[in-house]
Nanobody, 130 residues
Framework: QLQLVESGGDLVQPGESLRISCAATEFTLANYVIGWFRQAPGKEREAVACIGVGGAARNYSPSVKDRFAISRDCAKKTVYLQMNSLRPEDSAVYYC???????????????????????WGQGTQVTVSS
């Protein structure tokens, strides 16, 4: 059974950068669409970004587009979220999620939909504060 482990969360100052990771414990991530989501205290979990099975399809929520970048390293069974120009409102627990897929297009159609995902990690805390 696929398991996901997030890491790299930290306390950073506004304007700084941070990269968080999502690693598969036993299986390759090559056949999965991977999404990043976040949840701040008292708020609903929201989509951040997703990446298709081949890595070509990359979709972002408007709030992070042009600041965040998602990528995948199939050899390392890891998906990364590079976060630049961080703001206090980016503070949240960040979760990665996976859904088995056969088509790159599935990331475009479903990748930012929270309910579509089958497997979730435990989350990593990102705090942006001066």
């Amino acid at each position: 059974q696929l398991q996901l482990v997030e890491s790299g969360g930290d306390l950073v100052q506004p304007g700084e950068s941070l990269r968080i990771s999502c690693a598969a414990t036993e299986f390759t991530l090559a056949n999965y669409v991977i999404g990043w989501f976040r949840q701040a205290p008292g708020k609903e979990r929201e989509a951040v970004a997703c990446i298709g099975v081949g890595g070509a399809a990359r979709n972002y929520s408007p709030s992070v587009k042009d600041r965040f970048a998602i990528s995948r390293d199939c050899a390392k069974k890891t998906v990364y979220l590079q976060m630049n120009s961080l703001r206090p409102e980016d503070s949240a627990v960040y979760y990665c999620a996976a859904h088995s897929a056969v088509s790159e297009d599935q990331a475009w159609y479903f990748g930012l939909s929270l309910s579509w995902y089958e497997t979730w990690g435990q989350g990593t805390q990102v705090t942006v504060s001066s």
